[in-house]
């Protein structure tokens, strides 16, 4: 059984309006003998009418995001939570995504064999970190590599069992960085990354169809395109007529109107 596992805290409603978007794009590809979707939230009230099978992690919260220091590191922490009680494969979907047709089919196989991830993003991801030394639980002695240190989208994070001294070597790495590199808002995806090169462990990417909108243009328009498709009513997961479209010019031509539309706002 595959899990697919969506995160939910804080409360935000345009986080959950995007959660809710990207679960009917998962759920219209997923056979429920096959699948199951998880939602971790501090909420969990919130989805208790939702086709869904729901983790309370409120209590865990302070303690995943390092006493609140770094809230993206209850990422994996979280992921190795699900894979120690379900102890099966898990694959963690953020929740500005969508899912596209075969991507159940193509997660399905390459979870078997590899870790899957997004997509690659760059070589030397945080060069202001050079010099940077830490102790790992399973991999000891790291040292930050210019040359060498990597850097994959964590929009997706696709593990099995097997994989859990990864996320605890991975957890230790962001502990570490936690302070030196603060300002930074991808010390989770790094610290995965590193652990998965030093490894040796393959990592499957999943680029095309899975689209995750992170950039702040696109989760605009993604705004919008959401409040017209869904249906206010939060329990209807009815799937909308159309999905959105992301074409470089209709994000290009939505920005605009809405730069436009919020400076005459004081003047309406």
Known sequence: MLNYLYLDYGGKAKYRAELKYSLISLKV??????????????????????????????????????????????????????????SEPVLFLDSDSIVRPGFHAEAAEKIAGAVVMNRFEKMNPIPPIRGFRTRLPHLGE???????????????????????????????????LIGRAKKFPTIEQFALSEVLRLTQTPIAEIPDSFLHYWQGRRRIYMANQIRKSLSPDWDDLTPPKEWAEMSYWKIRAYNYYHGITRVLEPFR
């Not at 429920?32 to 971790?40: D, E, G, T, W």
């Not at 040359?147 to 605890?168: E, K, R, V």
């Open 142 to 176: 790291y040292r930050y590599d210019l040359a060498h240190s990597w850097m994959y989208n964590s929009g997706l994070i696709g593990m099995t069992p097997q994989h859990l001294p990864l996320l605890d070597d991975t957890l230790a790495m962001i502990d570490a």
């Open 29 to 86: 590809e997923l056979d429920p003998a096959r699948a199951r979707i998880l939602v971790a939230s501090d909420a969990p009230e919130v989805y208790r009418n939702w086709p869904v099978t729901v983790m309370d992690i409120g209590p865990h919260i302070r303690d995943w995001s390092g006493g609140g220091l770094y809230y993206h590191r209850v990422k994996p922490a979280l992921v190795r939570e699900a894979l120690n009680r379900l």
